[in-house]
């Protein structure tokens, strides 16, 4: 069987979901009841599953308008850190004090 090599961001391991994910797995290497080895495959098979299911799922668009903060462009990453943040969708507008965007290049690290 050939494994899949490909590389996925490990952005969404800093989400809400991907941090119960990351404490629910520590626990389990604590307990005894898994191996961290198992561990990195279960975060690496998140990664890929998180980015897949939002590139074909999530069809949303929205205008930001906000004091944008700090920007900055490393290692193909931009990232934008907008103040007061206002979100428009078609029915709806959502505000913040602050948010931060990442953004990364659609092709996964180590494609051509």
Known sequence: ??????????????????????DSLDELIQSGHINPQLAMRVLTTFDKSIS???????RNKANVK??????RFCDE????IIENPNFKFDQESVSAD?????????????EQ
């Not at 602050?98 to 180590?110: D, E, L, M, S, T």
């Open 77 to 80: 990453v931009w990232t934008f």
């Open 1 to 22: 069987m050939r494994q899949n090599t490909a590389k996925y961001y490990e952005l969404y391991r800093r989400s809400s979901i991907g941090m119960a994910l990351t």
């Open 98 to 110: 602050k948010v931060k965007i990442v953004a990364c290049n659609a092709k996964r690290p180590g």
């Open 52 to 58: 897949d299911s939002l590139s074909q799922l999530v």
């Open 66 to 71: 906000g004091h944008l903060h700090t920007y």
